[in-house]
């Protein structure tokens, strides 16, 4: 019996389970019973024979328990079970052998039951949502899996894994977004790590860190939010340490320096510039695509380098923007 949160990782532990026993060679059957309708859940379990309801399959169907013969069967939620199907699982489990829905012959099967559930069954015995005898039938041995916010040391190796798994072995994480990784609460768990991880393979660019501009929009609203989840205090983004030296790739230092200048002389105008702009200025010169250009602007407003006017007035230089394009020149002169 597995006793774990949503998204821990209960059915890839009880895959490893599978694996490491002698039933390894044998069938791998998952089933989840939150998500199989309840008037479907015996048929699929048990199987049926031809003729035994309305819409059965000519010739029957066995049943997950059938085809698990030999080798394990995971049962997944069991606590969603309803009050008929737990009966029959506990008879299953008693006397090793199904009956199909419709048949009078009795099939043995030999198989492994791993059960999970997110929910307490404890709880569900004293409410009388599920039956005391399967509960003890399951719980012969128990196990706990923890929650990633009480094994939080996992987390870099499992951004790695990840990581490679979507193509990005390379993928690395700024400070700071590895300080918030650190301190969240993880409401989804390891699936949640999985989806940001993913995520951040689609939408950074290969070469540059993840920083915590490039997180979900979720966990953005999160961070600026007030209550935030997180257990120890999260800064906003506009409060994250300084961007990396721009000049120390110089594709970018010649893109932000293409991108300051033209908002700059736009600027002294008296107007500012919209990304669509910026992006038919360029005319082939760099390539950047519309979400990557979207991305910069986000990321030089801020820190402060510009500003973004209110309704459609675009984007404006600042003084610490003229500053950096400044110090850009400079450093650019004086490369041998």
Request: proline letters at 8%; one cysteine or more; hydrophobic letters at 40%.
């Amino acid at each position: 019996m597995l006793e774990a949160e949503t998204g821990a990782g209960k059915e890839l532990f009880a895959h490893s389970v599978h694996n490491i026993s002698p039933r390894k060679n044998g069938p791998f059957i998952a089933v989840n019973f939150a998500a199989i309708p309840e008037n479907l859940i015996e048929s699929e379990l048990f199987g049926y024979e031809s003729g035994a309801f309305t819409g059965a399959k000519k010739g029957g169907k066995p049943g997950l328990f059938e085809e698990a013969h030999m080798g394990t069967i995971f049962l997944d939620e069991i606590g969603s079970a309803s009050s008929e199907v737990q009966n029959r699982l506990l008879r299953v489990l008693e006397e090793h052998e199904v009956r199909r829905i419709g048949s009078g012959k009795i099939t043995p099967v030999d198989v492994r039951v791993i059960a999970a559930s997110n929910v307490n069954l404890e709880t569900l015995v004293a409410r009388g949502k599920f039956r005391e005898d399967l509960f003890y039938r399951l719980c012969s041995l128990p196990i706990s899996i923890p929650p990633l916010r009480n094994r939080r040391e996992d987390i870099p190796f499992l951004v790695k894994h990840f990581a490679a798994k979507h193509a990005r072995p390379k993928l690395t994480l700024t400070p700071d977004l590895t300080n918030f990784l650190a301190h969240y609460d993880w409401p989804g768990n390891v699936r949640e790590l999985q989806n940001i991880v993913q995520f951040l393979c689609s939408v950074v660019e290969k070469g540059r860190p993840a920083g915590l501009p490039d997180i979900p929009p979720y966990l953005q609203r999160k961070i600026v939010q007030a209550g935030s989840p997180a257990p120890a205090p999260i800064q906003p983004a506009e409060a994250a340490s300084p961007p990396p030296d721009p000049l120390a790739d110089p594709r970018t230092a010649d893109l932000v320096a293409w991108i300051l200048t033209e908002i700059k002389n736009k600027s002294l105008l008296l107007s500012g510039v919209g990304w669509q702009t910026l992006i038919k200025q360029m005319d082939g010169r760099i390539k950047i695509s519309e979400h990557q250009m979207k991305k910069w602007l986000k990321l030089l407003k801020q820190f402060g380098y510009v500003e973004t006017g209110k309704t459609r007035q675009g984007t404006r230089i600042t003084s610490k923007g003229d500053e950096l394009l400044a110090l850009m020149a400079t450093r650019k002169e004086t490369e041998p």
